[in-house]
């Protein structure tokens, strides 16, 4: 029984690698080790005649078009008129093909060399050699991917988002490489070096910013938010410190603010007022200029001596 110009045993094989499919088309009946749903042409588009949940006999198939349904992570399907292409793991394959995006706006891109990513939570972008991380384009998921051919006999990838009417055609004219990867669950990016990490390592280090400085609290709460560190110094006066990994002129908006709501209350200002400390692992000259002209000093944070991992004697200067 042909399926998009290829017998429905072979596709389906292809599909499975290595599931049980067997059709003999002289009893017009099949043995399939994938569950599938067999769709009558006559019916309305989209109709189902029958399922078959479990691998076993499927009768009567010349007349009906034969789908998989949604399979297990780690299976392939067959949808539509042409079989999805293969993503249930990331595939990328690197191709010489055109295309053409249809919807609220439209877009093409010429014949070229381009790199094809299938993701496996749906989406498909289209990568050049140039535009760093960015895709020339893609279609976010849910969408549906069918794979078949087009009128002049190139393949064609056919991608229809599931929420709206845009489209996205991808014409073939060569594929260089293929290949499929399963990735498995990623445990997500932990960064290193945020700003939260930074005030717990000022707060085990208050000294590390002036010398005689001591923590009170983290998180001083104001009326208007919290201040990250709120310190004394040698002297006993109270000292507010604001930490950003980046220190811009917003930052010490920032910390004026708190200042001047801190200095309203007589608790803290017994012995004098409540100064400021603007901490970043990089200050802009602008920033700096403007803390100097509001009387907040200034503090450049290590970060990796911090942490105690700052080797002095690999250091050239």
């Known amino acids: 029984m042909a399926f998009g110009g290829e017998s429905l045993a072979g596709r389906l094989d292809e599909r ?13 009946a099949g043995e399939v080790g994938v569950p599938v749903e067999e769709v009558d042409p006559g019916m309305a588009e989209g109709g189902i005649a029958r399922h078959h949940d479990e691998p076993g006999p499927v009768g009567g198939v010349l007349d009906a078009e034969v789908r998989e349904v949604a399979l297990p992570r780690g299976t392939y399907c067959v949808v539509g008129h042409g079989a999805t292409v293969d993503s249930p793991v990331v595939r990328i394959v ?18 070229a060399t381009r790199v094809l990513m299938l993701k496996s939570d749906g989406s498909v972008l289209i990568h050049s050699d ?31 988002a599931t929420k709206s009417d845009d489209t996205l055609r991808i014409l073939i004219d060569e594929v260089l490489h293929d290949t499929s990867h399963d990735l498995g669950i990623d445990p997500g990016l932990q960064k290193d070096g945020v700003e939260k990490h930074l005030q717990e390592l000022l707060a085990e280090h208050p000294a590390s910013l002036a010398a005689g400085l001591t923590l009170v609290r983290r998180e001083f709460m104001t009326a208007i938010g919290p201040v990250d560190l709120m310190c004394r110094d040698a002297d006993g ?3 507010a410190v604001e930490i950003k990994r980046r220190g811009d002129i917003d930052g010490v908006e920032q910390l004026t603010r708190y200042l001047d709501l801190l200095n309203r209350d007589p608790a803290l200002t017994r012995k004098g007022a409540v100064r400021g400390i603007f901490a970043a692992q990089e200050i802009k000259p602008q920033a700096r200029v403007l803390a100097t002209d509001r009387g907040i000093a200034c503090a450049l944070v290590d970060y990796d001596a911090l942490r105690g991992m700052d080797d002095g004697e690999h250091r050239l200067f």
């Open 94 to 111: 690197v191709a010489r093909c055109q295309v053409d995006y249809a919807g609220r706006l439209s877009a093409h891109l010429p014949l």
């Open 237 to 239: 006066l109270s000292v």
């Open 16 to 28: 499975t690698r290595g599931a049980a499919v067997e059709v003999d088309a002289g009893r017009e």
């Open 130 to 160: 140039g535009g760093s991380y960015k895709p020339l384009n893609w279609m976010s998921p849910p969408c549906t991917v069918r794979e078949g051919v087009s009128e002049d006999g190139r393949a064609e990838w056919l991608v229809s």
